[in-house]
């Protein structure tokens, strides 16, 4: 480990470093020192668990000879090759995209940059394993972020699949989503996009025009339902709410229309709530899947914030009929999505840093239950 600096460096120039810098280069270079350690404990995690659900198949399935490969009919045990990739998620791709918009390096300060490194990394997650997955960018992707990016999380981003990061800005990022959506590989309608009638998807499908949308809790709109090669930008900005209207006013200055988040029609808070960016997208995610406000928020909102139901929205878990049913078990099938996270996260975790409490911004992508009632 190199040496750290002393408060009198030898160069007249330079000033001193301050008491907190010196902590804060001291905890980067002990994470750079301890990576080839904590990689090697993540090996040995992946291997135990690799065994104990070895072992767990073992056990319920007694004809299963011990190499996990399933006894033939004819009783010869052939070995049957398991799928390399038979762990990778199945999704389907939909002509929707979420920008992160990433623009806001100034405005925060270090312990904000992290917490909003580890929403990028979950909105991410979540995006990935979802089983209707959006186009996602990641807009004004420079300056402290990147350099976090590259050099705490080691890079690991340039491995992600189905993601974008861009230098450009929001708007830049939204002109070019129009072209993904409408590409070979832009996707189709499915889910609470596919509800709509005939005549509405050939008219989505002929014109693929969308609309382009900025989350923003002040905005004077509510957002009633997501639309086919549609953008739609949350703002990633990470401020404990010390910036008003940062991101409505951002929107506005480019003509960009607005909108929140309807919580405020559904929801009934015990408590203020906040909103991290990755909550947003998920949401989003969550809509897509079920086709029900009410329904997305219930499944992303942290339980700790006492959110329920509005008494005059019809809580899903006591719907009878069997639409509701079908809903219900599509979210079933991704309830646990939260519980896994990519390398990158997982890294950060271990060393403490970008814990959900942290990471949380005031609603730059969704109202306030004061604002939204």
């Not at 480990?1 to 002393?6: N, Q, W």
């Not at 896994?340 to 911004?361: I, N, R, W």
Request: with cysteine; hydrophobic share 30%.
């Amino acid at each position: 480990m190199d040496p750290l600096p002393g408060r009198d460096a030898g160069d007249g120039d330079a000033p001193p470093l301050s008491k907190n810098k010196l902590k804060k280069l001291k905890r980067d270079q002990e994470w750079e020192a301890n990576r080839a350690k904590r990689k090697e404990k993540r090996r040995e995690k992946q291997i135990e668990k690799k065994q104990r659900k070895r072992a767990a198949r073992q056990e319920s399935a007694p004809n299963t000879p011990t190499n996990g490969m399933p006894v033939h009919k004819n009783g010869q045990g052939k070995k049957i090759a398991e799928s390399k990739n038979s762990t990778r998620y199945e999704y389907t791709q939909v002509p929707i995209t979420l920008v992160l918009d990433c623009g806001f390096d100034d405005l925060m300060i270090d312990k904000e940059l992290k917490s909003l490194g580890s929403q990028v990394t979950r909105a991410y997650s979540d995006n990935h394993k979802a089983p209707l997955q959006a186009h996602l960018a990641i807009s004004s992707f420079g300056g402290q972020l990147k350099e976090r990016f590259d050099g705490l999380l080691a890079g690991h981003y340039r491995s992600w699949k189905n993601v974008r990061f861009l230098e450009g800005d929001y708007v830049q990022a939204a002109e070019q989503a129009k072209e993904w959506m409408k590409g070979e590989h832009g996707g189709k309608l499915a889910g609470a996009l596919a509800k709509e009638d005939d005549s509405a998807h050939k008219s989505h499908e002929r014109d693929e025009a969308g609309e382009v949308v900025y989350l923003t809790s002040d905005s004077p709109d509510t957002l009633t339902e997501l639309r086919p090669y549609s953008t739609y930008i949350i703002g990633g900005l990470v401020d404990r709410n010390r910036h008003k209207g940062v991101c409505y006013n951002r929107a506005m200055d480019r003509g960009m229309r607005t909108a929140k988040l309807p919580i405020g029609v559904y929801m009934q808070m015990t408590s203020r709530f906040v909103l991290a960016t990755n909550h947003v997208a998920e949401i989003m995610l969550r809509w897509l899947e079920l086709g029900d406000w009410g329904k997305a928020f219930l499944a992303v909102m942290p339980k700790r914030k006492g959110g329920v139901l509005k008494p005059n929205i019809e809580d899903p878990d006591d719907e009878a009929d069997g639409g509701a049913m079908d809903d219900e078990n599509m979210g079933a099938e991704t309830s646990d999505r939260k519980a896994e996270e990519v390398e990158a996260e997982t890294s950060k975790q271990e060393d403490g840093f970008g814990s959900t409490s942290d990471g949380e911004c005031e609603l730059d992508g969704a109202p306030s239950a004061s604002i939204a009632s």
